[in-house]
């Protein structure tokens, strides 16, 4: 796609669209709706909102990625972490239950989406790419084991709260004794339910006798039976009066059309948050589409996503939602379900959309501990317990950075949690950049490879050492390189050659070439001759543009292999002046 037609997705699936197609997709749409309605419910429970906001947040947000969106299959609405996360940012401005906490939760879906429209204008999405894997799985664990915590309040039916797993935790041991029996068992009953229906639900349905495909609709209605079964039981037994909390009225109708408060001061409370809801929603939801489009050997443009995402958590903010992103289960559902476009989602809309018109009366009566279990079971499939393992095995740095922000998330909370990852990512690298790893080499008997000498069985010289630097030559490794090779030449009095071989490295700046020039100078002073190897065409063209190969006492060698057996059979004769073939930038 180019120019206009770019930020429009759908006017390139649009043109393929036909019988088949619509087929496919109004049946995936029947099943996430059917999905999406106890989710989007439980989700704005999460984030302290009116349950209704959650299905308001599910109309809007899926046209609008319909529109602006590039993956086939990627089902947007509210999610796990995003909710909790709007629960700690509105929570700090605004107490639950209050109109200025919804003000806050639109203002958040506004200004994230905004946020996010901006970075895909300026193809900014690479920003994501600061939040590692070690980092993101770390803050999604935590997430998850604070999320579920923070429902067992509900399933107990008693009060409590708190934004770390500290808080929460003595929350739940102050209120134990005052657990009501009636909400225990639902929510316990609830619990087991959608467990099993997660599990064993498919494989029961076909032992039935229904085909693999009904048996796997079939199964997606699990939460939705929770949602009747638990109804009819509070109505039956008159839960109502034994202290069971239930979710009440909720409005009946489709979502209020406004434009968010206009606060400054709102704004600068909120800026902060909405970013990392943003980047946080972003990274979560372009994972799984990556992954869905894969299985169909499709793509999808990570920069338009921004705009599908930026669009799509403005719809919410205009419709009286709260921040909204690519959810991965609902996406799979919306992948097995065989949805081809993302006319789909916009065809969830409809059917979220006539729930708010016709059904909401019908969910007066949903305990609210049936929404606690759904996340519950919802979220604990986040918890990972077995990266921490690997990542031990594998990156002790990367190990840390999984630690500190699974740590720091559930004692401090979400916000910060984020920030700390980052920060310990960011630090671990600029140290791994800081002391690149780099190795003296010999050339492996009777071949033109050179291999470490502390790993191979390799030939030198005496009067020649090689060293090969395995990272570019930057301000951050610049003084490192000096240290490096000065000590190594110190420990050789016969040397009278150093090669720097440069097959790794892709760039030097400013500070890496005053080191090459310190080097030089020194080594020049000592008599020995400083040569580079192997080096790349745009570093050749930058060293040239320095005069730095005037004034290098040896040569710059296209091959390893040259240098070495060249320099090798040196007489001791003073180095010659750069090679001629270099000097042509033929490299």
């Not at 299985?295 to 958590?313: F, T």
């Not at 708010?356 to 009566?365: R, V």
């Not at 071949?447 to 951050?476: A, K, Q």
Request: hydrophobic share 50%.
């Amino acid at each position: 796609m180019t120019g206009f037609a770019r930020y429009f997705p759908i006017l390139e699936w649009g043109r393929t669209y036909n019988g088949g197609v619509l087929g496919n997709d109004l049946m995936a749409a029947v099943i996430v709706t059917i999905m999406l309605i106890p989710q989007s419910l439980a989700y704005a429970l999460l984030a302290g909102l009116p349950p209704v906001v959650g299905l308001y947040a599910s109309i809007l947000p899926l046209v609008a990625y319909a529109i602006f969106g590039t993956s086939r299959t990627l089902a947007v609405g509210p999610v796990a972490v995003v909710s909790l996360m709007t629960a700690s940012a509105a929570g700090a401005v605004a107490a639950q239950g209050t109109l200025e906490y919804l003000e806050a939760a639109i203002m958040l879906a506004a200004l994230s989406g905004v946020m996010l429209a901006i970075l895909g204008f300026l193809r900014l999405g690479f920003l994501a790419n600061l939040l590692s894997h070690p980092v993101i799985s770390g803050f999604i664990t935590a997430s998850g084991l604070l999320i579920a915590t923070s429902q067992l309040k509900h399933i107990l039916g008693i009060t409590g709260g708190g934004d770390t797993w500290p808080d929460m935790l003595g929350a739940l041991a102050t209120g134990i004794g005052n657990t009501n029996i009636w909400t225990l068992g639902i929510g316990l009953a609830a619990t087991a339910f959608l467990f099993w229906v997660r599990r064993g639900a498919r494989p029961a349905l076909m032992a039935l006798g229904l085909k693999p495909r009904a048996a796997e609709i079939t199964a997606k209605a699990g939460p939705v039976l929770a949602v009747a079964v638990t109804i009819i039981a509070v109505i039956a037994l008159d839960l109502a009066d034994k202290g069971v909390k239930l979710v009440g009225a909720v409005p009946q109708g489709l979502p209020p059309f406004a434009l968010p408060t206009p606060d400054l001061g709102l704004v600068a409370q909120l800026w902060v948050p909405a970013l990392l809801i943003s980047i946080i929603g972003f990274v979560e939801s372009v994972s799984v589409a990556q992954t869905l489009a894969a299985k169909r050997r499709q793509r999808i443009a990570p920069d338009q996503e921004l705009i599908g995402l930026g669009a799509s958590n403005i719809a919410s903010a205009l419709s009286g939602g709260y921040p909204v992103t690519g959810g991965f289960a609902r996406s799979v559902v919306n992948f097995d379900a065989g949805a081809e476009t993302p006319a789909a989602g916009a065809f969830t809309a409809v059917g979220i959309a006539l729930a708010s018109l016709f059904l909401t009366p019908l969910l007066f009566n949903l305990p609210i501990a049936t929404l606690a279990a759904t996340i519950i079971v919802a979220v604990l499939s986040l918890v990972d317990l077995k990266t921490p393992v690997r990542l031990w095995v594998y990156s002790k740095a990367d190990f840390a950075a999984h630690i500190v922000t699974i740590g720091v998330t559930l004692l401090a909370g979400v916000e910060v949690g984020v920030i700390a990852g980052v920060s310990v990512g960011l630090l671990l690298y600029l140290w791994r950049a800081s002391r690149p790893h780099a190795a003296i080499v010999g050339r492996v008997p009777e071949t033109e490879h050179f291999r470490n000498v502390e790993r191979h069985d390799v030939l030198t010289v005496p009067h020649v050492l090689s060293i090969r630097i395995d990272e570019s030559l930057t301000y951050l490794n610049a003084r490192w390189l000096e240290e490096y090779v000065l000590e190594r030449v110190a420990e050789r009095p016969a040397l009278r050659h150093v090669i720097v071989m440069c097959s790794a490295v892709n760039e030097i700046d400013a500070s890496g070439l005053e080191s090459l020039e310190a080097i030089n100078h020194r080594l020049a002073d000592g008599g020995i001759g400083f040569h580079l190897s192997e080096v790349k065409g745009p570093v050749m063209d930058r060293l040239k543009r320095a005069h730095f190969l005037e004034e290098l006492n040896g040569r710059v060698y296209l091959s390893q292999e040259r240098a070495y057996t060249e320099l090798a059979r040196d007489d001791g004769a003073p180095a010659s002046p750069p090679d001629m073939y270099e000097a042509r930038g033929l490299i």
